[in-house]
C-alpha cells in the first residue's frame, strides 16, 4: 500500500515540478529580459536597416590606392 501511495506522490511530485520550472523561468524572462529587450529592439539597429529619411540607403565605398606595389603585398 505504501508502494502505492509512493509512486502516486512521485507522478504527482513531477507534474508539480515541472509546472514550477516552467512558472520560474516565465517569470525570470518577463522581468529581467524583456525589459531589456523592448528598448534594444526598437531603439538599436545594428545593420543600419531602418529607413532614414535625410540619408540614403546607399553606403559610401572606401577604397584604397589600387597599384601593382599594394597587389604584391597581399600575397
Request: no cysteine.
Amino acid at each position: 500500500m505504501l508502494k502505492d501511495l509512493w509512486r502516486e506522490w512521485l507522478r504527482v511530485s513531477k507534474h508539480i515540478g515541472s509546472f514550477n520550472a516552467r512558472a520560474l523561468i516565465t517569470l525570470i524572462y518577463f522581468t529581467l529580459l524583456a525589459p531589456f529587450g523592448m528598448p534594444m529592439r526598437f531603439l538599436a539597429d545594428p545593420m543600419g536597416v531602418k529607413k532614414h529619411p535625410q540619408r540614403s540607403a546607399w553606403h559610401e565605398r572606401v577604397t584604397h590606392d589600387l597599384d601593382l606595389e599594394t597587389a604584391r603585398r597581399q600575397g
